[in-house]
């Protein structure tokens, strides 16, 4: 995979799910990060191609909850992004779904508690032999390319340094977000302290941070100096940022994104959960569309919120048509 010059989906917990994912692809994001999955997680799961949608699932073993979802329109841009905390598990997980999907990265930046007591996420940015260990089993073992994603340290210094072992490993590309660990994400992203880790590395950086423009992608770029930019919430409020034509009205990317969480069947907690991030930035969620996203609890119910029942039925029907049964 080529890390030059690409618009980044980011990875976003709940949000990322494959109707997300290629959403923000069908507006031009080159490269599509899924949201974190826990190496655990993972490994519970068996691979089953789901030929009533098309998709290609992970699903918990027993039962029939998607884990992760891809499909073959993304293969060659979707990043599997990985939880983890031991470079065995890694690679186990890791090989489960390395043939479907472009990429595997490591988080290394989340600093919630339950990735932190874990071992994963920031806690491994204070463990660089561990991260060694876990990029250099992955790199060696696997044939698709092994990126990872980290946060500022305390220092311009220490986050060189640290850059600079992780360079060494052999990782295909570095994504760095410009707060540190004790950062709010309302503090402003430190795109100077990404130009450090751009000027001591030869392998790309994909700078990350307050991008909520089209054009801010080139400020980064331009500010860090960096090979490609990432963005999270930018897309997560309207995923048409990564247009060049300017952005839709987000009423409208709403909409496509209901019917591609319909297409895809997705989760029905994600769509849920994504909705309502985007109605909370734009509106309330005290008002009434707020208010009936709340109590919906199928993919049904957000059909007929947001009249797409014809288009539920259409896709069902013709599934049916298609495949004889479910
Ligand atoms: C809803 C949400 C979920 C996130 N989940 C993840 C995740 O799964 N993995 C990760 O590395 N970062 C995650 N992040 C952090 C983003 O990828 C990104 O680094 C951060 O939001 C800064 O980018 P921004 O200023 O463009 O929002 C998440 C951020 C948001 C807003």
Avoid at 75 to 85: D, L
Avoid at 122 to 129: C, T
Avoid at 143 to 159: E, H, Y
Wanted: proline share 3%; with cysteine.
């Amino acid at each position: 995979m080529d890390y030059q010059n690409k618009l980044v989906l980011a990875p976003m917990v709940r949000v990322g799910t494959l109707p997300f994912r290629l959403l923000a692809a069908q507006y031009g994001a080159d490269i599509t990060y899924g949201e974190e999955i826990i190496d655990h997680k993972l490994l519970k799961c068996e691979r089953r191609v789901n030929e009533y949608i098309g998709s290609t699932d992970f699903v918990e073993k027993g039962t029939d909850s998607v884990v992760f979802r891809t499909c073959h329109q993304e293969r060659n841009h979707v990043v599997f992004q990985m939880g983890t905390s031991d470079a065995v598990r890694a690679l186990t997980a890791a090989k489960m779904v390395c043939k479907d999907v472009a990429a595997i990265d490591i988080n290394m930046g989340c600093p919630k508690s339950f990735s932190v007591s874990g071992g994963m996420g920031a806690a491994l940015l204070s463990k660089p032999e561990l991260i060694h260990d876990i990029l250099t089993m992955l790199k060696r073992n696997l044939d698709v390319p092994v990126t990872c994603k980290i946060r500022l340290l305390k220092s311009s210094q220490d986050t060189v340094e640290l850059a600079r072992r992780i360079e060494k490993t052999g990782v295909s590309a570095l994504a760095v977000h410009g707060r540190k660990v004790a950062d709010r994400p309302r503090d402003p992203a430190k795109w100077g302290e990404i130009a450090d880790i751009v000027a001591a590395l030869s392998i790309p950086v994909i700078a990350n941070g307050d991008v909520f423009e089209y054009d801010d992608f080139q400020r980064i770029k331009t500010a860090a100096g960096a090979s490609s930019v990432m963005a999270a919430r930018g897309a997560l409020w309207n995923a048409s940022i990564f247009s060049s034509q300017g952005k839709l009205h987000w009423e409208d990317v709403k909409r496509e994104y209901v019917r591609k969480s319909i297409f895809w069947e997705n989760n029905v907690k994600s769509t849920k959960h994504t909705l309502k991030e985007m109605i909370m930035h734009y509106s309330s969620l005290e008002l009434p569309e707020g208010k009936a996203i709340i109590k919906s609890e199928t993919l049904a119910d957000i059909a007929k919120l947001y009249e797409e029942e014809k288009y539920y039925q259409f896709v069902n029907e013709n599934r049916f048509l298609v495949n004889g049964s479910r």
